[in-house]
């Protein structure tokens, strides 16, 4: 059984850092892209970042784009991000999510999501 | 950027109901299309991907149409577990995006 699991989140000043850590297993990690959407309270689904399984790509929003970074240990069957001089529109629910192939983003599964509150 | 625009923004129906829900994309997509149901304070759940294809699990009632710009997502004799929150998201090309969003109420 494919299980994600989100961590990391909490309340941080404008301006502060965050590291999110998704812990996956059920499946063969390194082989597969792995992925971070955020959902603002209230609002829609917005793709974050994605990283292949092989490390060798990564892609990113333009709205995070120079603040955060995607990354994974193939070794521990983890993922990353780290969230650098956080503002408040970057206030969501983070949900990690497993890429169901390479080329293209279909999400086939999704953690069950971490909070993060930016406020002063 | 590609932009992903879902008609309507909510809709009202019936158990039993048959529903369709439109996706329009700014530029073409091929068929790199993906469907998403997501009920409140869950996760998403993906339902159809390559704009016709359905996701292992998911019932045999939600069906996907589309090429290129326009798509839909039909359920047909509508569950009460149906009533949620879909989006459409295209996947062709980085940035990925989604619709806003039709959400699904009981009449």
């Known amino acids: 059984e494919v299980q994600l699991l989100e961590s990391g989140g909490g309340v941080v000043q404008p301006g502060m850092s965050l590291r999110l850590t998704c812990e996956a297993s059920g499946f063969t990690f390194r082989r597969e892209a792995m992925s971070w959407v955020r959902q603002a309270p209230g609002k829609g689904l917005e793709w974050v970042s994605t990283?292949?399984?092989?490390?060798?790509?990564?892609y990113y929003a333009d709205s995070v784009k120079g603040r955060f970074t995607i990354s994974r240990d193939n070794s521990k069957n983890t993922l990353f991000l780290q969230m650098n001089n956080l503002g408040v529109e970057d206030t969501a629910i983070y949900y990690c999510a497993k890429d169901a192939r390479s080329g293209g983003l279909v999400l086939d599964y999704w953690g069950q999501g971490t909070l993060v509150t930016v406020s002063s | 950027d590609i932009q992903m625009t879902q008609s309507p923004s909510s809709v009202s129906a019936s158990v039993g109901d048959r529903v369709t829900i439109t996706c329009r994309a700014s530029?073409?997509?091929?068929?790199?299309l993906a469907w998403y149901q997501q009920h409140p304070g869950k996760p998403p759940r993906l339902l159809m991907y390559?704009?016709?294809r359905l996701q292992s699990g998911v019932p045999s009632r939600f069906s996907g149409w589309g090429f290129g710009t326009d798509f839909t997502l039909t359920i047909s004799g509508l569950q009460p577990e149906d009533f949620a929150t879909y989006y459409c998201q295209q996947a062709k090309s980085v940035p990925y995006t989604f619709g806003q969003g039709t959400r699904l109420e009981i009449k």
């Open positions: 990283i292949s399984g092989s490390l060798d790509s990564t």
């Open positions: 530029e073409g997509i091929n068929n790199w």
């Open positions: 390559d704009a016709s």
